[in-house]
């Protein structure tokens, strides 16, 4: 997630209609009408409509960040190209994957148009094979992008059938159910890594912080069942969820620091001390869990 303050000061410049000056230059960029913002978080989100016909997805961030937009375009482009369920980056007007104005970076995908899994609630296990089998083609895909980040240096193997390129962030509110089945959508944590560890993330809601997921649990169960429909994903793989998790918990500790090494500023708004709060309130937890306290 992008700093609290980035967050707020982001957040101040948008008017009673939900438009930013940056995202409105940016959206001429692609030749798209005046984007709206949609939310922010490890980018902010904007949605805007491109002709009659079809809506795109612009996603910015500070411009030092350009490079992980890049990364995730080129993925998201290639992982189309393959046939696997993402949405394809989009280039501008100009042929560049990502722009940068005003100290803001932006990239834009092809919006996904259904509901997320995550709005899903009350039908999801219905839904949750088909997740599973989204995202064992994306696995099956075998991309070849350059230059993506690495994974931790765990004691497990790494040979082509068990380790490849992971979408990162594969958790239900990332996945559109369309009317052809279900599409990842923000691939902005691209990476290299074990599949396992898709499959871990992407369950962690059945899953105490820092620990494997319960997989005879009724959604968990379909979904390795429907990532089996497409690659075989061992016994010996599930095995290793504990170890992902509790790795994926470093990690994201880690990520934490930056939003709790400062203090919570006077004019920061009600959402923004809350947002720290359940953020410390979350490191917490993960510290319990990896015995940190």
Same mark, same amino acid.
Do not use: C
């Given at each position: ?40 978080? $490890? ?5 805007? &409509?491109?002709?009659?016909?079809? #809506? ?9 960040? %350009? ?7 080129? %993925? ?7 046939? =696997? ?22 990239? %834009? *995908? ?14 999801? =296990?219905?839904?949750? &094979? ?7 083609? *994306?696995? &099956? ?38 009317? @052809?089945?279900?599409?990842?959508? !923000? ?15 992407? /369950?962690?809601?059945?899953? &105490?912080?820092?620990?494997a997921p319960d ?12 990532? #089996?429909?497409?690659? %075989?994903?061992?016994?010996?793989? /599930? ?5 992902? $998790?509790?790795?994926?918990? +470093?990690?994201? *500790? ?5 939003? /709790?090494?400062?203090g919570t500023d !006077?004019?920061?708004? !009600?959402?923004?001390? *809350?947002?720290q709060r359940r953020? +410390? !309130?979350?490191? @917490?937890? /993960? ?7």
């Open positions: 997630m992008l700093p609290i303050e980035e967050l707020v000061r982001f957040g101040d410049g948008l008017d009673s209609e939900y438009r930013h000056p940056v995202a409105e230059e940016f959206a001429t960029r692609w030749g798209t009408a005046p984007p709206k913002f949609v939310r922010s978080s $490890a980018t902010h989100v904007f949605v805007a &409509a491109r002709g009659n016909e079809d #809506r795109l997805v612009l996603r910015l961030r500070p411009s030092a960040a %350009a490079d992980v937009l890049d990364r995730a375009s080129q %993925a998201a482009s290639e992982w189309s190209a393959a046939g =696997a369920p993402m949405v394809p980056g989009v280039a501008s007007l100009g042929g560049r994957a990502v722009e940068t104005v005003g100290g803001y970076a932006a990239m %834009a *995908l092809e919006a996904a148009e259904g509901t997320t899994l995550s709005e899903r609630e009350d039908d999801l =296990a219905d839904h949750a &094979a088909d997740w599973g089998e989204a995202l064992a083609r *994306l696995h &099956a895909a075998r991309l070849t992008s350059p230059g993506l980040p690495g994974s931790s240096d765990l004691p497990l193997p790494r040979t082509p059938e068990v380790f490849g390129t992971l979408h990162g962030d594969p958790e239900a509110d990332n996945v559109v159910l369309t009317a @052809d089945g279900p599409v990842f959508v !923000d691939p902005d944590e691209v990476r290299v890594g074990w599949f396992a560890a898709d499959v871990a993330f992407a /369950l962690r809601d059945w899953a &105490a912080p820092g620990k997989l005879s649990a009724d959604v968990p169960r379909r979904f390795v069942d429907g990532y #089996r429909r497409v690659r %075989a994903l061992s016994d010996e793989e /599930l095995s290793w969820l504990p170890m992902l $998790a509790s790795d994926a918990a +470093r990690i994201e *500790l880690a990520q934490h620091q930056v939003h /709790l090494r400062r !006077d004019d920061w708004p !009600d959402w923004a001390v *809350l947002l953020i +410390r !309130d979350r490191a @917490d937890l /993960l510290r319990a869990s990896l015995g940190t306290m």
